[in-house]
Nanobody, 114 residues
Framework: QVQLVESGGGLVQAGGSLRLSCAAS????????MGWYRQAPGKQRELVAV??????NYADSVKGRFTISRDNAKNTVYLQMNSLKPEDTGVYYC?????????WGQGTQVTVSS
């Protein structure tokens, strides 16, 4: 019932910036949580950032560098990533959660070179 399309991933040098976008469509409810997870090769998927109604939460490793935001009118969530480090490399997945359950995007690759 929900489709999530991510964009904005790519290759960037350490210290650079990227902005990820995730646009939701389908059967959407206004009360929801959206967020970003990432998975590095050989590692489990981990929480990067989430945003609910006026509240955000970040992994310690990205605090002060990443900013999550949302545009409810556009049903879109963003992840502004600054001061990128090689350890930020991974596949980034968009998540949308509502009372029915969780919905995931296809993932977008972020590669940070040293």
């Amino acid at each position: 019932q929900v489709q999530l399309v991510e964009s904005g991933g790519g290759l960037v040098q350490a210290g650079g910036s990227l902005r990820l976008s995730c646009a939701a469509s389908g059967s959407l409810f206004s009360i929801n949580t959206m967020g970003w997870y990432r998975q590095a090769p050989g590692k489990q998927r981990e929480l990067v950032a989430v945003i609910t109604t006026g509240r955000t939460n970040y992994a310690d490793s990205v605090k002060g560098r990443f900013t999550i935001s949302r545009d409810n009118a556009k049903n879109t969530v963003y992840l502004q990533m600054n001061s990128l480090k090689p350890e930020d490399t991974g596949v980034y997945y968009c998540l949308r959660s509502d009372y029915r359950g969780n919905y995931w995007g296809q993932g977008t690759q972020v590669t940070v070179s040293s």
